[in-house]
Structures are given as C-alpha cells and as structure tokens.
C-alpha cells in the first residue's frame, strides 16, 4: 500500500534528517545562505535571515527592515518586513511596478500578535525603537513567507513558526485564535498561512503570465520614513547601494496612509483598494474577470465600481446592485465584500477571517463623500 | 481510509525534502530535536494539497474512494496535471465543513484534465478555472447537498477566460448562480451534461464559439442562458445551443439579489440576453412555465447605469436563429406581472404565451429581421414591445420570417 511507503519514506527521512542534524557542517550562523529551488531548506533558521534566541528575533547583518505607506490587512496581525540582497547588488527603481531586485534577493515578512496575559493575541502593538530587534517575550510568531528571487523568477515559501524555528509547509496551515477585541469581547478566528499555491493568488499580480512579484516593494508604498519616523526609505536604500536610478523624491508617487486622518479621504481610500485590492483587480490580474479595476493606475470611475453592475459575483453582491453607489455604502457591494466573513463572498478572498473596521470605515466616508447617483439606462 | 492519491507527485517530493536537508544541514540551532510536522499523520485533505501544491506537468493526482472532507481551498497552478477520481459518485470532495477559501477547487494551469469526481457544498464556487487553454472537465458533479438554497456557492463548474474547453457528461445541482458557467473563453464544448436544481443550468457568457448539445436542463430556474455583460476585456458571440433537453424549469429563483441572473424568471427554457448569433435548434424544449425561449436585451436584466456606460457594449441581442425544435407546453404560467397580464389578455385563462418571448429592443440603426429569425413550424414570437411601454405587442412573423447563415461547428484543438 502506498499509505505503508509513505510512512516508511517518511521514517527514514526522519532519520536522515536526525542523523544530518548532528553531522551538518557549522560555521557562524550569522550570515545569509541560499538555496537551489530544488534544495529549499525546511527550517527558516538555514536561511540566517534571523537570528532568533527564544525571546528575541534579530536581523542579521544585511538584512533592513523596511514598511510600506499603508499595508495589506491580514487579522490585524502585526508584520516585520526585512529585504537582503546578495552583496554589492542593488534593486531598480521603477515608478509604478515592483522594483526589479537583482537575483537571489530575500524578501521576508513575519507575521505576528501581541499577546494577552491570558494568552489571546491583540490587534494593537508598539513598535520597539530598536529597528533590528524584535522582543518576543509578549508575542507569538506566527509565521515567516519569503520571496525568494532565483534565475527563473520569484519563488513563494511559507514557513509556520513551531517552537524555536519555523517550518516549510508548502501546503500552508490553519490555526485557531482567540483575539481580544479593543472592546473587551474575544473571538476566535481561524488563522489561515496561504499554501504556495494561494501565495501566487496575490503574488501573481500579472495572472496570464502566472510570474509572482513582491507587492510591496514599490515606489509609493515605500517612500516614507520607517514605521513613520524620520527619513525615507528610497532615500536609505539609494544611500546603502541598495537602488538604482531614484529620481528625486518630488517625482516619486507616494500613496497615502490610510489611518492619517491629516490626508485626503480620497487619497486614502485609493491606498487602501490600491494595497489590498489591486494585486487581483487589475488590467492583467486574477480579477480581470470581473471588470472590476482597483489598483492605483485606474482612473475610470466606472472600473472603479461606481455604478458598475456585478458580473459573477453571485452572493457576493449581499443583494445590492452595483460596486459602488455614491453617496450610499451600505447600498454599496464593495462595502457588503469587506463586511462579511463568509469565505465564499468575502474580500480579499485570501489573507483575513476577521472584518478590518478600520477599513470598512474609510472606504464608507469616502463612498458617503461621493456626488452622483446611478441612473437606469434607457434605450432612448 | 487509504492513503493513495499521489501517485508520482509526493513520490518526487520526498527525495527533495532528504536533499535539502542534506544541503542545508549547516547552522542548525541549538535545538537538534526534529521539530517538523507530525509526518505520519498527515490528514487525506494535506496530502492532496501537498500533491497539488508540488504537482509538475504530467502528473496524475489520482483520489480514491470515499468521502474527503476539506477545510480550506485547494489550488493548483502546475499545467499539464491530471486530478482523476474513481468516479463522480464515489470520489468525493465535501467542503461542508470549509473553513477558508473562495473555491472549492482553483485552478490557474492549462492542459487540465479532471474527471470522475464529485466536489460538494463548497462556500463559493465549487471548479473554477481561472485562464488556461485546453481544459477537459469529464464526468465531474458538482452539487450543493442541501438543494436549491440562496446561501449556496455561486457557480458549479466554472471556466473562466479559458480557450479550448471541454465540458462532458458532467452534472451540476444547486448552484445559487449557475450549475455550469463558462464565461469570457474561446472554442467550448459542453455537451453530454446534465445541470439540475440551479438558478441558471447551463450559462455561456461573453464566449466566442461554443456548442452546447445532448444537455439536460431540468428544474433550474433557468436552463440553457447565453448573455453578454459589459465592462468585460470580451464580448461573446456565435453559440449553437442544440439537441438539448430542455424540459420543467420552474423552480423559484433561489439566487441573492443584485447578479445577473437573480433577473431571470422561474419558468425560463432558454434565455438569450445581449448575446449575438446564436443558433438554436433540434432542442426539446418543455413546459417552462414564463416562457420556452426568451430573447432579451441588456435593458430587460433587472439593472443598468448609464454612467460611463461601458464603451463597445452592445446592448441588443442580434442573429438569432432558431429552427427544427420540439416545443411543448410552456409559458402558461409567467414568472412576471407583465408577461402574465399579456397571457391573460391575449390568450386567456387557459391560454400560454407562444414559444418565443422578446422584449422587443432593437437598436435603432437595425430592424427587427437581424434580431431574430424563426424557421420552427407553428411557433410564434411574441414581441411584447417593453421598449414601447408594451404599447405594441405582437406575434406578428412577417419580420422573424428569415433565415441566417448557419454557424459552424466547434472544434477543439488537439491536446
């Protein structure tokens, strides 16, 4: 039977991997390694991204953090960016597009909660003025994905943290987790980690070509101070070698963040669909199936949704008739997609169990603060 | 249960698990203690991910057996792969107890090939292939459990701006949208298929060349559609809809408001919406209580804005023919007010609505003769004029009394 081979192989592989463990070469484990797409590593500790002790995770030497204007909402979980390039490379500069980053680039994004002295995860977190040392003596890690650049494009690799490491799993995991919600409730969710796959459903911004590419590393994502504070990122990367060919900031598009009550309602809105919508609805993206275009380039108000009909969206449309009604969010589908948990209607279809208040929030005002009303077309 | 389904696949994964390990066995930490997931235990569900999520083309992904059940999405983005199952009635996906995921099963590969399974109750849609060229869905059932029921997944079998698709001797029940939805793709077949208890049986959508044949479509609420949507990259056109069965779809429009089909009456046989040459013909078409066939344009739907309409959108249904059909029954009962006072008053209390029921839009730079041509015996077009507030309503044929050139036969590429 096949079920016997498999544990047999799998027994052996065990022990292999026992014996390897204390025959493997050492040396000082600081440095970053690469892998063959045939040989990735099942434990993230290999690739000497991080060094982790137990209560604290470390960047290693070349390895920068860095943060984008505003971020993808994932269950309010709490995210370390890092990028290392190979030594004396340097990523492209691209006014719209992902940067073009020299081959055998790692990007990394951890995900993690805060937790609860009784143990449940909170959304909210204070950033340490230490930018390359995280604390995780309050915090669980929850999972590791890289990017990793080879000759033949950009691979996906999520790694769940179990213990002391995090581990390859290419079919990515399901967790149970109670958070407690700024108003004293808890509630569980599952945590879901994107298989390799599901990676490529966001990652794979150009859906024909199927080639996945870094979303954040963009231009007007990036092109702010890190976790807001003074400086700019463009500029810290051009300084270290690190990008080629950054015009002067006052030519960089820059997109807003999305909870800075000081900027444009519009300007806002736009970073947010841009950031969390746009890597599918776009002209090339999985999402082009339904005419639906919310990616920062997009100027037709009609493919932005207002007064746009639904093409298959099934329930997802919550009984309401078009993207987006002006003046009217809760007449609006794109509002009904964000409000709604059901895996079969909700937005993003990927990477939240949880509704995002914040979100929904703004992108109401913005949908209240529209002038317009859709009319019945006539045949006149 | 056993534990076969990966018959070359996870093979291939293992020796390049024991190879990365020994490639990457320096700097270990501390801790030697082999921490992985607990391999012997691997749920069914994990091991058809794996096989998927490591698949290479050319592989066969074969699912024995038994009810499966699944709580995430699967997806596979591998070309050349081949999910096989022991048979739609045995081989079975059940997503009853989903807890994550759009689909049941998402595909973005070409050179697909699944058959002999079934995938059951899944959140949203149940197959959807996303792009990819030569697709082959055979003998697939796809099925909400629970019957006819809003809250149900969206689309059954679901090609999507796919080319060279082969839909066969399928079944599709419980779609809230469509049992069978092949939308914004190239040179289809769906054939040999039987599309039951969905809001909509079997819909063609903004597809150039599709034959739709030897189907049945009973007790949808819909059961053969073939519309156009605007704000799509593509207008479809050229659909033959033939040889089909096409009998009793009554049942009560089950979809959530606001899509394109929650517009469609129970009762509806065939409905064309905005769509161009179509060829209907050699179908059994029977007892649809709103009407056998309807023909409408894009202002019928339910819903349009006329806000930055979508440039290039034709709106109008035009080179329709339909000829040599078997109808019977039908149109006694409409699914609407205005269709059922028509009824009342112009065929009386025992009466039916003729055949085929037009809305009567035209654009203004065409006539009447490049909407819809009617070679079938004694049945009639009712044009019950709602361009014209229903002023006009007549089964007058002098201008459906035409023939079109008849459209060609889908051929599949080889593959």
Not at chain 1, 223 to 247: H, I, T, V
Request: charged share 20%; with cysteine.
């Amino acid at each position: 039977m096949a079920a016997d081979k498999h544990a047999a192989s799998l027994k052996m592989l065990t022990a292999a991997l026992i014996v390897l463990l204390f025959t493997g070469c050492s040396d000082d484990g600081a440095s970053v390694r690469q892998f063959s797409a045939d040989a990735y590593p099942q434990r993230l500790s290999e690739w000497g991204l991080f060094d982790y002790s137990g209560a604290q995770l470390r960047l290693s030497d070349g390895v920068e953090a860095y943060d984008l204007n505003t971020p993808l909402f994932t269950d309010y979980a709490q995210k370390l960016r890092t990028v290392w390039m190979p030594s004396g490379s340097a990523a492209q500069y691209s006014s719209d597009a992902t940067f073009e980053f020299p081959v055998g680039t790692i990007i990394s994004k951890t995900f993690f909660y805060p937790m609860t002295d009784t143990g449940l995860v909170r959304a909210d977190f204070t950033w340490p003025e230490n930018t390359r040392t995280l604390s995780t003596d309050a915090v669980t890690l929850m999972e590791t994905r890289l990017l990793v650049k080879q000759a033949s494009g950009w691979d996906a690799l999520p790694y769940v943290w179990q213990g002391d490491d995090a581990y390859l799993k290419i079919a990515g995991d399901l967790k149970m987790l109670e958070m407690s919600l700024p108003d004293g409730e808890a509630q569980t969710f599952p945590y879901i980690v994107p298989s390799r796959n599901q990676c490529a459903s966001c990652h794979a911004t150009n859906h024909t070509t199927g080639a996945l590419k870094p979303i954040g590393p963009k231009a007007r994502h990036l092109n702010r101070g890190y976790l807001g504070r003074d400086g700019n990122q463009l500029l810290e990367w051009q300084s270290a070698g690190r990008l080629q060919n950054l015009p002067v900031l006052e030519e960089v598009a820059i997109n807003a963040d999305f909870t800075d009550n000081s900027q444009f309602l519009a300007a806002r809105s736009r970073a947010y669909l841009d950031i969390n919508c746009g890597h599918c609805h776009n002209a090339q993206g999985a999402a082009d199936t339904s005419g639906l275009l919310l990616d920062a380039s997009v100027e037709s108000n009609r493919q932005l949704g207002l007064c746009k009909p639904p093409i298959a969206a099934g329930g997802g449309t919550g009984g309401r008739t078009y993207s987006i009604v002006p003046g009217e969010p809760d007449h609006s589908i794109l509002i009904y997609r964000l409000e709604t948990t059901d895996p079969g209607t909700m937005m993003p279809e990927l990477g939240r169990s949880l509704v995002h208040q914040e979100g929904v929030t703004l992108l109401k005002d913005w949908i209240t603060s529209l002038d317009g009303e859709c009319v019945e077309m006539s045949s006149d | 249960m056993t534990y076969t389904i990966t018959s070359h696949s996870l093979a291939r994964f293992l020796p390049v698990i024991v190879l990365s390990a020994m490639l990457s066995a320096c700097g270990q930490p501390e801790s030697a203690a082999p921490a992985e997931q607990p391999t012997t235990q691997i749920s069914y569900e994990e091991q058809l991910r794996l096989a998927l999520e490591t698949a290479s083309p050319g592989d066969v992904i074969t699912v024995p057996e038994g009810v499966h059940p699944m709580t995430r999405s699967l997806v596979l983005n591998t070309d050349g792969v081949t999910i096989r199952g022991a048979g739609m009635d045995k081989s079975v996906l059940s997503f009853a107890g989903q807890l994550a995921g759009a689909e049941g099963l998402l595909v973005n590969a070409s050179d697909f090939t699944i058959e002999d399974i079934a995938i059951e109750d899944s959140k949203g849609d149940a197959l959807k292939v996303n792009e990819g060229r030569n697709i082959i869905i055979r003998r697939v059932r796809t099925e909400w459990t629970r019957g006819p029921h809003t809250e149900n997944g969206a689309y059954g079998i679901y090609p999507v701006q796919t080319e060279n698709v082969l839909v066969e001797g399928s079944v599709a029940v419980g779609a809230s949208d469509a049992g069978i939805y092949v939308g914004q793709s190239r040179n289809v077949v769906v054939k040999d298929s039987r599309a039951e208890y969905n809001v909509a049986g079997i819909e063609i959508e903004n597809t150039i060349h599709a034959d739709v044949f030897n189907n049945i479509a009973t007790n949808n609420t819909g059961g053969i559609l073939v519309f156009n949507m605007p704000d799509l990259p593509q207008l479809g056109h050229s659909t033959r809809v033939f040889n089909n069965t096409i009998v009793t779809n009554n049942t009560g429009n089950f979809a959530p408001p606001g899509g394109a089909v929650a517009g469609v009456p129970a009762g509806s046989g065939i409905v064309i919406n905005a769509n161009d040459k179509v060829e209907i013909f050699d179908n059994d078409i029977a007892d649809n209580q709103t009407a056998n066939i309807l023909i409408s344009s894009y202002f019928s739907a339910g819903y349009s804005s006329d806000r930055e309409t979508a440039e290039a959108f034709d709106p109008y249904p035009e080179g329709i023919f339909i000829y040599a059909n078997r109808f019977r029954d039908g149109g006694n009962a409409p699914d609407r007010e205005e269709l059922e006072m028509l009824r009342l008053a112009m065929f009386g209390e025992e009466g039916s609505l003729p055949d085929v029921v037009w809305d009567g839009f035209v654009n203004p730079e065409l006539s009447a003769e490049n909407v819809l041509c009617v070679d079938n015996g004694e049945s009639l077009v009712i044009n019950i004029d709602a361009a014209g507030g229903y002023e006009n309503v007549t089964v007058d044929m002098t201008a459906h009394t035409c023939e079109l050139e008849k459209l060609t036969e889908v051929v599949l590429a080889a593959n």
